[in-house]
């Protein structure tokens, strides 16, 4: 076996291991525990985590944690040791079932949006044997859920589970009526490309902006950004390189099926995409993978940002969250095959997919909602704030042939002919690509590219899974009975592919006559997150979350609430950090450039050899001095009047339509001022600086 496959998985309790540190009766009995989603008996944890403990020390580890994702959007741990003292002053190492199965941090210390107080402090972890225990830093994690002592999910792993449960029902309904009762379990599966951008640690400490809020306040575009499309796919750099490797070796040995890597569009741009696994396990690698990218960063001296957008000017970063669902039989739902037409199963899985997404577009919009996602959405990088699906035209003739009854007479596959005889032909696939669509179809699978670079996939899987349930619920209500369930299955297609396919749409979302054809469709133009959040506690999304059991209504009021606190801080935090930039390092540059300039203009007046210009540039410096301080007290005089909105919803519509363009006035007079302060006095690092220096 060679270091490269040796290595993979090397730190994670998977099924290898289990095998080899389990007894086989033991093994066995937690593997149906597993797949028949049963409590776990607590005389089998013991033995597992008696096991589980010998491997991780024999792996260099001295600590356990429950591993867990609040609602923060980050993961949280809390670590003991697995030492235990003895009466004879000895210590032995120690871990049970009940370490393994239970954990209590305190769940008033994280956002609960109402659910807990301060002084209803428990909360209580629990494990979740379906996603492998790991060593990182020499502590054994064990992945967990994580919820109140009332019972409230505080995190989001557990409702990405049990919507993964509740398509997995539906689905196997549908595929047993329809004739396949060999299928036992169906899962979703997710591959998460990761976008980020790399910049060089000692650049990055002389930005208070980027250190304190992830992105770049201010900053003038230099005269050579991303224009000439050469960094795209580009020969990496060898110090990214180096970052790219050891980063590939620290996350195969956590089991994370990291794959390729490249440059990106734009300048300091790099994107990292896994192979595919099961959605739960793809949200806890992502997590992994965003944690450990930052902690190798450092060691090459660099700074990994994973904010949607760090510059002004330049493409943002994205997470294109590609998605396919399939049977424990091997059968993926979203492939069409040879011929799409004759293919029921796959249509009628496609029409539920058209379902979902147009019945719950504005679900999907909030999925993806936050100050720093607003950043990015719309420009052309990434697709716009309207939610739309793209098919290709082969599937959408297929399906507008169902619609109307007729026969589909589509040619068989195109090969691709390159007019170059020794380069091999080879079959074209059934749909293009389309980069401006936020959900299309690519092959057998659909990619959603709205999610932004640092946020975490459950919350989009979890509205993706749970819709589509509901629909194949509905679905499976339409079959059951029924003597011949390919003719009624047919007949489904077409009734929700004539009901819902204004979500469709092939061409470019950019445009401006797409914006105007989407309002006409009545497809929801959510433009920001302040308008998407409140969509969250709507009846409809109310009934759909309750009916599934994802969520119960104090439990989506609280998700909202702090979807909403979190925008209102994440701009305040960034306001507040402009003023403070703002005051202290950029005024007193301007000041310093007017008052060298007027000084120079007054010692050449004196001889009467004045420049041409010099005049209008002491008033222009003067002027930008000025206007500093004015947006300075424009900004603070704002933020003063959001202390006065009343309650967190309208409190982010003020921040919205108040305070973000007061933000960006001041920005544009910084910039103005950057652009003509001469470069010995300019304070901070300018983007030529941050991105041309890695």
């Known amino acids: 076996m060679n270091k490269l496959t040796e290595n993979f998985g090397s730190l994670v309790f998977n099924d290898s291991a289990m095998r080899e540190k389990l007894p086989g009766d033991i093994y066995k009995s937690l593997k149906q525990t597993i797949l028949e989603g049963k409590d776990l008996d607590i005389t089998l944890a013991n033995v597992v985590a008696n096991n589980m403990k010998v491997w991780a020390i024999e792996k260099g580890a001295t600590h356990y944690t429950h591993w867990f994702q609040p609602l923060t959007g980050i993961t949280a741990e809390k670590h003991d040791s697995f030492l235990s003292p003895q009466k004879d002053g000895t210590v032995i190492a120690e871990f049970s079932g009940k370490n393994l199965i239970k954990g209590e941090p305190d769940a ?70 329809l004739g396949m009762t060999d299928v036992s379990h169906v899962s979703s599966s997710v591959g998460a490309e990761q976008e980020y951008f790399l910049v060089d640690n000692e650049t990055w400490k002389k930005r208070e902006d980027l250190r304190v809020c992830g992105r770049t306040l201010f900053g003038a575009m230099p005269p050579k950004g991303q224009q000439l499309e ?37 300048p300091s741009q790099h994107e990292l995409a896994p192979v595919y696994t099961l959605t739960n396990i793809a949200a806890d690698q992502n997590q992994l993978t965003m944690e450990i990218m930052k902690k190798v960063a450092d060691r090459h001296g660099l700074v990994c940002l994973l904010h949607e957008k760090p510059f002004e000017g330049v493409n943002g970063s994205g997470k294109h969250n590609n998605w396919s669902v399939a049977t424990n039989t091997g059968v993926n739902l979203f492939k069409p095959g040879d011929d799409p037409y004759s293919n029921t199963v796959f249509l009628l899985c496609l029409a539920a997919v058209i379902t979902a997404v147009d019945r719950y577009q504005d679900l999907l919009r909030v999925s993806v909602a936050s100050a720093s996602n607003d950043c990015r959405l719309g420009g052309n990088e990434a ?67 709205m999610l932004g670079s640092s946020q975490s996939i459950s919350d989009t899987n979890t509205v993706l899974n749970t819709a589509l349930a509901q629909v194949l619920s509905e679905f499976a209500d339409r079959l059951e009975g029924k003597k011949e369930p390919v003719a009624a299955a047919r007949r489904i297609i077409r009734d929700a592919y004539k009901s819902h396919k204004r979500i469709v749409f092939n061409g470019n979302n950019y445009s401006v006559e797409w914006l105007e ?6 497809l929801f133009a959510l433009r920001t997150a302040a308008d998407a959040i409140p969509c969250l506690k709507s009846e409809k999304n109310k009934q759909l979350f309750e009916q599934i059991g994802i969520f119960s209504a104090a439990e989506l009021h609280s998700r909202c609430e702090i979807m ?59 002027s930008l001095s000025d206007k500093l301080y004015l947006a300075c007290e424009e900004l603070e005089a704002t933020l003063s009047d959001l202390k006065f909105a009343s309650g967190i919803e309208n409190a982010s519509f003020f921040c919205k339509d108040q305070v973000l363009p007061a933000m960006r006035r001041l920005r544009a007079v910084s910039d ?13 690092p300018t983007y030529g600086e941050l991105l041309f220096n890695v």
């Open 108 to 177: 008033s210390s994280f956002p609960s949006g109402g659910l807990r107080a301060t002084f209803e402090a428990r909360g209580y972890t629990a494990w979740d044997p379906t996603s492998y225990a790991f060593i990182k830093d020499n502590t054994l994690c064990i992945p967990t859920a994580f919820c109140s002592y009332g019972g409230e999910m505080l995190d989001k792993k557990t409702p990405l589970l049990r919507a993964c449960e509740a398509l997995s029902t539906q689905a196997v309904r549908v595929l047993h009526l």
């Open 517 to 522: 054809e989407a309002e006409k469709r009545g």
């Open 230 to 266: 050469d960094h795209y796919f580009g020969v990496i750099k060898p110090r990214v390189k180096a970052f790219m490797e050891e980063l590939d070796d620290e996350l195969w040995k956590l089991g994370v099926y990291a794959t390729t890597e490249h440059n990106e569009a734009a």
């Open 672 to 684: 103005a001022a950057e652009q003509v302060t001469p470069e010995a006095l300019w304070p901070i």
């Open 564 to 622: 909403q606190e979190n925008y209102c801080k994440v701009i305040s935090i960034e306001a507040l950090t402009m003023l403070e930039m703002a005051k202290k390092q950029i005024i007193p540059a301007v000041n310093a450039y007017a008052g060298q300039i007027c000084t120079q203009l007054a010692s050449v007046s004196s001889c009467g050899i004045a420049p041409m210009g010099m005049k209008d540039a002491a008033k222009e410096a003067v």
């Open 383 to 449: 697709p716009p704030a309207i939610v739309s699906m793209y098919l290709g035209d082969e599937l959408t003739e297929i399906l507008e042939c169902v619609e109307l009854g007729k026969k589909y007479t589509g040619s068989k596959k195109a090969r691709m002919q390159t007019g170059v005889h020794v380069l091999p032909d080879f079959k074209k696939d059934t749909t293009d690509r389309n980069r401006t669509s936020p959900f299309a179809f690519t092959g057998n699978k659909f990619e959603f590219r």
